[in-house]
């Protein structure tokens, strides 16, 4: 399956966490900041992204906890010159305003101003 037609069949079936955290992020609801859902980037699909400041946001479920294969994938957004942030999904569903100033402080402040003029 390509990758676009797997990241809408992604988008189709978000967790509750992804949800919240997308109905602050869409829409440029962030300051201004255009950020992107199940986006593929090389071989990955990513839950978040932030083209232009090449920032990753994942939204994590238990499934997660100590995964070989996502530090591997971390390893290789990095190496594209991504930053990857990682959220637990009761940490954005219980604390969504400490989520989402992690993700503020995150992005580069040549972004942060660009995005506020």
């Known amino acids: 399956m390509p ?4 990241a809408r069949q992604l988008r189709q079936r ?4 992804e949800l919240l955290l997308w109905r602050h992020l869409r829409s440029r609801r962030l300051d201004g900041h255009k950020f992107r859902r199940q986006h593929p980037i090389g071989p990955y699909i990513v839950d978040f992204v932030h083209l232009q400041a090449r920032l990753i946001i994942e939204a994590d479920g238990s499934q997660h906890l100590g995964n070989a294969h996502d530090r ?4 290789w957004l ?3 010159g991504y930053r990857v942030l990682r959220f637990w999904n ?6 969504p305003d400490t989520v989402l100033a992690a993700i ?8 942060r101003k660009d995005a506020s003029s």
Not at 90 to 95: A, F, G, S, V
Not at 104 to 111: E, M, R
């Open 3 to 6: 990758a676009s037609q797997h």
């Open 14 to 17: 978000m967790t509750d966490a």
């Open 72 to 75: 591997q994938r971390d390893a």
């Open 78 to 80: 990095q190496a594209q």
């Open 90 to 95: 009761n940490d954005i569903l219980q604390h």
């Open 104 to 111: 503020w402080q995150a992005l580069p402040d040549q972004t």
